[in-house]
């Protein structure tokens, strides 16, 4: 019978990826509960998995549940209550640790704790990386088992070719800055630099919320800054709303370099779908991206503790723009080893739930569903 699993979140490309390309799949998992009457369907977060009484309410539901993200919000106090409410229930608990720093918290506190609560009560750590699993096990003494990132872009996106373009071109992506971002400084440096890579020009995506004077998210210090740029004509200024899957995939293919304007982070989901699509990523070393694909690593000023972890060395911003420019590397997912990566990757799963499954019922403890 296939062990259904309540996976925190199930909706996002991540999970879904976790089945296999041809759908067979031994493993069931539960839709994600909408978290209020009035948000669209699609909307998985704030999770309602992780809300007080959920797991005894709907314990007959699921024999698994797998946290990946989406805890922010949740206290460390309310994590060890579901921690609890699944040993009642006998049910084992899988913990994916994406992030070891939140990029959506200014500080890391919190995350700290709330990963304590679950990676030191996981019946199974899993993570992305070989430096992530090493970090693990420093901090709590867990062995964490690695599983790659699946792809994030779908065929038949995933298989088609890249349109030329003229000139070489660098994009930054503000988004809606999350904690984790200060794209200034680099926008700064790349255009310092842009003298020196003849037919090159960079592209500057935001979103709108951060562009607009008066509304709440409004980026005070970047949106004039931006603006000034791109009226003397040194940056191409793009400001939108959220770009759809297919929107993304045509920007990030219209880029030649996309560069990561981060002062933390562990691992990153931009970073799979350049490489499913062909472009290069310059990414800061403060986490493990190099661990994760094919990418030019630069130096974030201040980031001494994150650099001595990915092990130090990594150049300023302008040596990796010149050896991108310089070198063109061409670094893209070919598409049946991603196939084949992710029927492993989903193989995987299947095993590691057998696993917490089998050790559940060596300890005599029933399973409801």
């Known amino acids: 019978m296939s062990p259904v699993i309540a ?14 390309p041809d759908g067979e799949t031994t493993v069931l998992r539960l839709p994600d509960p909408r978290p209020r009457a009035d948000v669209p369907d699609a909307q998985w977060w704030p999770p309602r998995m992780l809300e007080p009484g959920w797991v005894d309410e709907h314990a007959d539901e699921f024999d698994v549940m797998h946290v990946h993200f989406g805890f922010d919000a949740v206290s460390p106090d309310d994590l060890a209550d579901v921690v609890a409410s699944l040993r009642r229930h006998g049910k084992p608990l899988v913990v994916t640790v994406h992030d070891l720093r939140n990029p959506h918290h200014p500080e890391p506190g919190l995350h700290d704790a709330q990963l304590g609560v679950l990676v030191r009560a996981a019946d199974a750590v899993l993570t992305l ?16 088992l690695v599983v790659p990132h699946p792809h994030v872009v779908d065929e038949p996106r995933l298989s088609r070719e890249r349109v030329p373009h003229a000139g070489f071109v660098i994009g930054v992506h503000a988004k809606s800055l999350r904690a984790s971002m200060d794209p200034l400084p680099v926008v700064e440096e790349i255009v310092a630099t842009l003298p020196e890579l003849p037919g090159a020009r960079l592209r500057v995506d935001a979103h709108t919320d951060v562009m607009t004077p008066g509304n709440p998210r409004h980026a005070v210090d970047l949106e004039p800054r931006l603006r000034e740029l791109a009226d003397d004509g040194r940056i191409d200024l793009h400001v939108h709303d959220y770009f759809t899957d297919d929107e993304l995939w045509d920007y990030l293919q219209s880029l030649d370099v996309s560069v990561l304007p981060y002062r933390f982070g562990t ?20 986490g493990y991206y190099a661990d994760q694909r094919p990418c030019i690593l630069y130096a974030v000023p201040g980031s001494a503790p994150a650099t001595a ?56 403890v029933p399973c409801t569903s």
């Open 7 to 20: 996976s925190v979140p199930s909706g996002h490309v991540y999970v879904r990826h976790l089945a296999p």
């Open 129 to 144: 990386t070989a430096g992530a699993a090493a970090e693990i096990a420093a901090r709590w003494g867990r062995d964490a």
């Open 309 to 364: 972890r990915s092990g130090g060395g990594a150049p300023p911003l302008r040596e990796g723009l010149v050896r991108a420019y310089r070198d063109r590397p061409s670094w893209r997912a070919v598409p049946e080893e991603r196939r084949r990566e992710r029927l492993e990757i989903s193989r995987v799963h299947e095993q590691v739930y057998a696993a917490v499954l089998a050790d559940v019922a060596k300890r005599g």
């Open 267 to 286: 691992h990153s989901g931009w970073l799979e779908a350049c490489y499913d699509l062909g472009t290069t990523v310059l990414a800061p070393d403060c």
